[in-house]
């Protein structure tokens, strides 16, 4: 079984300890090629660091919303003189993560806006994909996304929403990731969504070090568990894991132009 992990953050000193450890013991399990991503300006150069010490990850670059309030003006100039640089690297392979996130109340939605806009456009400008963070953002992330129109699209990383949200983001093209949320079994809502999504629209990820799978409670997750994670997530959608591997893993290699 061959997978991606579509979605980690790797760089994080929570690996530090053991990081190539346990990237060799990802690749034993079958998860070859995982995507690291940027999410303020004070990690990116750790992030390019990292993925040019291993041919098979790739980088993302963005400024995710959370960190509203440490983003500056000029990070967003970098980000640009990043892409610039960076255009064509096999290695360069989307914009992100940045978003919305309309859970956390204290994040100015006005500046969030902002700061998505200027992204998105990034992505259209570079010809990258964009991966998207989404918190109770659905209705605002799809009317800008139409007004956008992003040729490539990308991924709504960890997939939260309705079946209604899923239709309006495949029809723009996007691919909906999948990771440790959906294996919890209280989870029903999520369950009845997933189970009828095109196969052709999902990508698995883990979100490393966050959302743990229910298999791996209260732990750092890692690619490592993106295996069980698949298999957690196979039978709900009423296929084999090895039918959602083989297909997450050609979606994301059509997001990613691998
Ligand atoms: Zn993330």
Known sequence: MEL???????????FDADRQALLAKSRALGVKRMVVLGVYQRNWQRVWDLVQSDAHLYAA???HPVY??????????ELAGRLTRLAGHRQLCAVGEFGLDYFLETLDRERQQTLFEAQLQLAADFQLPALLHVRRSHAAVIATLKRFKLKRAGIIHAFAGSREEAREYIKLGFKLGLGGAPTWPQALRLHKVIADLPLESVVLETDSPDMAPAMYPNQRNSPAH?????????????????????AS?????EVFNW
């Open 4 to 14: 991606i992990d579509s979605h980690t953050h790797l760089d994080f000193p929570d």
């Open 61 to 63: 670059f963005g400024l």
């Open 68 to 77: 509203l309030d440490e983003h500056r003006p000029a990070d967003l100039t």
């Open 226 to 246: 993106l295996p069980a994670i698949c298999s957690a997530l196979a039978p709900i959608m009423a296929i084999s894991p090895e039918q959602l591997a083989a």
């Open 249 to 253: 893993t050609a979606n994301a290699c």
